[in-house]
C-alpha cells in the first residue's frame, strides 16, 4: 500500500514570496490533515477535511495560508505571502475515517520549508 | 488552557535498559492517548493508541499505562535497542469537540546507547 505523498520535499523562498505544497493521501482515505511543525516542537494542526469538506480550521492562519482538496482525494496548503516564522515543516496526514474514532493518522515525510 | 508536556530533554540510556517517558497534560479530557515515533526528515509513525477507560496497553517491547486521575501517560520501551532512537510524540485525541483532532507534546528524543 502506498503512503502518504508529499511535494516538494523541501523548498527555499525568500519573505513576502508565494509557496504551495501537494499531498495526495492513501487511496481510500476520507480524512485529510495538514500540520505545521516548527524545529522542536511537536505538529500543531492547520486544517482537518473529511472528504472535501473542513472540519477543523481554527488555527490556519487565514489572512495569509489557504488550503483545498479537490474532489476529495488530492490538496494543496498556500501561503501568501510568507513570513519568517513560517519557517517549518509542513506534513500531511491520512486517515481511513477522521472524526472521534481515535482511526490511526499516517503521515506524509513533510516539505520543508525555509523563509529568507 | 490546555497544554501538554512531555520531558524536553533528551533521554539517554545503555542498551538493554527500559527506556520511560512521559507525558502530563491539564485542562484536558481526551478520550484517546496516542505514541507516534518520529525519525529525523520523517513524519511521525504512530505506535500505540490508549482509550481513556484502559489503563495499560502492550504492543511487543512497548508498553503505555494512561492515568486520568493524575492526567498522565508513561511509554516503556523494554530491553532497548540502538535502533529505538528516535523521537517520541506524545498526542491526545477528543474533548468537548471530538473531530479527531490530535494535540501533540512537544516530543523526547531518545537516545539508546550500545
Known amino acids: 500500500e502506498a503512503g502518504v505523498a508529499q511535494s516538494p520535499r523541501y523548498k527555499i523562498i525568500e519573505k513576502r514570496q508565494s509557496v504551495a505544497f501537494w499531498c495526495n493521501p492513501i487511496?481510500?482515505?476520507?480524512?485529510l490533515y495538514w500540520y505545521q511543525q516548527i524545529l522542536g516542537q511537536g505538529p500543531k494542526l492547520l486544517i482537518q477535511f473529511q472528504n472535501n469538506g473542513v472540519v477543523d480550521d481554527s488555527q490556519l492562519p487565514k489572512d495569509r495560508f489557504s488550503a483545498e482538496r479537490l474532489k476529495g482525494v488530492d490538496s494543496t496548503l498556500k501561503i501568501q505571502p510568507a513570513k519568517l516564522e513560517d519557517s517549518a515543516v509542513y506534513l500531511c496526514?491520512?486517515?481511513?475515517?477522521?472524526?472521534?474514532?481515535?482511526?490511526?493518522?499516517?503521515f506524509g515525510p513533510g516539505t520543508r520549508l525555509t523563509v529568507l | 488552557s490546555q497544554k501538554i508536556e512531555q520531558n524536553s530533554e533528551a533521554l539517554n540510556i545503555q542498551e538493554g535498559k527500559t527506556a520511560t517517558l512521559t507525558c502530563n497534560y491539564t485542562?484536558?479530557?481526551?478520550?484517546?492517548l496516542q505514541w507516534y515515533r518520529q525519525d529525523p526528515g520523517r513524519g511521525p509513525v504512530f505506535l500505540l493508541l490508549i482509550r481513556e477507560n484502559e489503563k495499560e496497553k502492550r504492543k511487543e517491547r512497548l508498553k503505555v499505562t494512561f492515568d486520568t486521575t493524575l492526567k498522565q501517560s508513561l511509554f516503556h520501551i523494554t530491553a532497548s535497542q540502538p535502533a529505538d532512537s528516535a523521537t517520541y510524540l506524545c498526542?491526545?485525541?477528543?474533548?468537548?469537540?471530538?473531530?479527531?483532532?490530535?494535540?501533540f507534546g512537544q516530543g523526547t528524543t531518545l537516545q539508546v546507547k550500545p
Open positions: 496526514a491520512s486517515s481511513l475515517r477522521g472524526g472521534g474514532s481515535g482511526d490511526t493518522q499516517y
Open positions: 487511496s481510500g482515505h476520507a480524512t
Open positions: 498526542a491526545l485525541v477528543g474533548g468537548s469537540s471530538n473531530t479527531g483532532k490530535l494535540i
Open positions: 485542562n484536558y479530557s481526551p478520550a484517546y
